[in-house]
């Protein structure tokens, strides 16, 4: 159950965060409660891990590069190959997908040179194929996640 | 288009903004710089479009979005531009992106990102975007997610902290994050 509060603050603040020394009260100003209670519930959201952080969403590979990455490991063996993948710090999401490409994640580098390295690495240490996936276009535009927030 | 300190202070502000009445001012006090100058140059990476959007970072799972499609779709080179961006227009799609085809192996280009209360919800939505958009032509396949291995937000310093070790969570009580849209979206790539 959340407040209507915490529903604001989640859906409202996605995109537009204030820029101002002081964000936190401004924000309160336009919801017309006090800076604390606009504090709390940033506290509170974030506790029960509702929200991650509240920071920057960098577009991708404006600083470093950035690539998708699959491969198809045999069920058997997938465990293992996934703790290697997730071991690499270059390494930011890996997860398990319901295909024959069963294992997808993504590798962030400062440079393409680092990216191919480090993919090259985990084929040899896991001893699968990698398929090498970067973006080519991102077509998305409009930005912010619109919850439904519905109990 | 960004110098030292700009790249400072992404790597400052990439873990999160802190939950304090003078937020900019603290992360000023790390880089050893004004409060005003933090501002003035978050909002320039903002509208350079090196940041893509500024706020509150959702984690959808933990709101009740257990079900994460990646759907791959086969269209044609010609029309996966307007393809795309008619996609992403549709307000169920997180993330729209074009990629290489492998091949036979794998003949897709164009990858979009469902994230929905359920699978059957999402495999609605799909297949009324399908519908909407005039799709039925490609070949595609929808790849929901299983077990997440690992997430966190994008680390872009080039001193790259040691990730958490895998901690499987089963699809359904985990915590993913979208990133972009990763407002609720992030893959990058």
């Given at each position: 159950m959340l407040a209507p509060l915490h529903k604001r603050l989640l859906n409202d603040y996605q995109q537009d965060f204030p820029l101002s020394p002081t964000p936190y009260r401004d924000i309160a100003e336009q919801l017309g409660v006090s800076e604390d209670e606009v504090l709390n519930a940033f506290q509170t959201l974030s506790e029960q891990q509702m929200i991650s952080r509240i920071g920057p969403v960098i577009a991708p590979n404006s600083i470093g590069n950035s690539a998708l990455v699959a491969m198809a490991v045999p069920e058997f063996d997938l465990a293992r190959v996934a703790e290697l993948v997730s071991a690499y710090p270059e390494v930011n999401h890996n997860y398990e997908r319901e295909n024959r490409f069963n294992l997808w994640f993504v590798l962030i580098a400062d440079s393409e040179t680092h990216l191919k390295a480090v993919i090259a690495d985990i084929e040899t240490q896991t001893g699968y194929p990698a398929m090498l996936l970067p973006m080519l276009a991102d077509y998305f535009i409009n930005l912010g996640f619109e919850l439904n927030l519905h109990d | 288009m960004i110098d030292a300190i700009d790249y400072q202070l992404i790597a400052a502000v990439q873990a999160g903004l802190p939950i304090a009445a003078r937020p900019y001012a603290a992360i000023a006090e790390q880089l050893a710089?004004?409060?005003?100058?933090?501002?003035?140059?978050?909002?320039?990476?903002?509208?350079?479009?090196?940041?893509?959007?500024?706020?509150?970072?959702?984690?959808?799972?933990?709101?009740?979005?257990?079900?994460?499609?990646?759907?791959?779709?086969?269209?044609?080179?010609?029309?996966?531009?307007?393809?795309?961006?008619?996609?992403?227009?549709?307000?169920?799609?997180?993330?729209?992106?074009?990629?290489?085809?492998?091949?036979?192996?794998?003949?897709?280009?164009?990858?979009?990102?469902?994230?929905?209360?359920?699978?059957?919800?999402?495999?609605?939505?799909?297949?009324?975007?399908?519908?909407?958009?005039?799709?039925?032509?490609?070949?595609?396949?929808?790849?929901?997610?299983?077990?997440?291995?690992?997430?966190?937000?994008?680390?872009?310093?080039?001193?790259?902290?040691?990730?958490?070790?895998?901690?499987?969570?089963?699809?359904?009580?985990?915590?993913?994050?979208?990133?972009?849209?990763?407002?609720?979206?992030?893959?990058?790539?």
């Open positions: - | 710089i004004t409060e005003q100058d933090v501002i003035e140059r978050l909002a320039r990476l903002k509208t350079q479009g090196l940041i893509k959007r500024w706020g509150v970072v959702v984690k959808h799972r933990q709101l009740g979005y257990r079900a994460n499609a990646m759907i791959v779709m086969d269209v044609p080179d010609e029309r996966v531009a307007r393809v795309g961006a008619l996609i992403s227009q549709q307000a169920c799609v997180n993330l729209c992106y074009q990629r290489p085809r492998q091949g036979e192996v794998w003949p897709y280009n164009l990858y979009c990102m469902i994230h929905g209360k359920s699978r059957e919800v999402v495999l609605e939505q799909w297949a009324e975007l399908r519908h909407d958009c005039n799709l039925s032509d490609y070949s595609f396949e929808v790849l929901f997610s299983r077990r997440c291995f690992k997430q966190r937000g994008a680390l872009y310093a080039r001193q790259m902290t040691k990730g958490d070790g895998p901690t499987p969570v089963f699809a359904g009580e985990g915590r993913e994050e979208i990133q972009n849209k990763q407002s609720l979206r992030m893959h990058f790539a």
